[in-house]
Nanobody, 126 residues
């Protein structure tokens, strides 16, 4: 069974940091771009960051650029999203997803992604 499992979410204060993890089963992680998306209550899902299969290319949402870094381990099955200087507007459920159709391109388009995790809640509040 193809699986993506997110972890690392939680409640933090404005200005603090969090590192989210996405664990991909070998079948999922192999040959895929991994992306992070988020969805806040009452809002549409939006792109956050993505990294290509070999980790050589990354893409970031303008709203997050400079505050987030996406990376993946050598085997390609763990992807991390380091988020710094968090703001209340960053509160959302964060999802990781895998795209086999775009393994070399860190696509920002959600429809390019074939498999999704269940999400992890990030809440930024004082």
């Amino acid at each position: 069974q193809v699986q993506l499992v997110e972890s690392g979410g939680g409640l933090v204060q404005p200005g603090e940091s969090l590192r989210l993890s996405c664990a991909a089963s070998k079948r999922t992680g192999g040959g895929s771009t991994i992306g992070w998306f988020r969805q806040a209550p009452g809002k549409e899902r939006e792109f956050v960051a993505a990294i290509s299969w070999y980790g050589s290319d990354t893409a970031y949402a303008d709203s997050m650029k400079g505050r987030v870094t996406i990376s993946r381990d050598g085997a390609g099955n763990m992807v991390y999203l380091q988020m710094n200087s968090l703001k209340p507007e960053d509160t959302a459920v964060y999802y990781c997803a895998a795209s086999w159709s775009r393994p070399m391109t860190p696509t920002t388009i959600s429809n390019d992604y074939d498999s999704w995790g269940q999400g992890t809640q990030v809440t930024v509040s004082s």
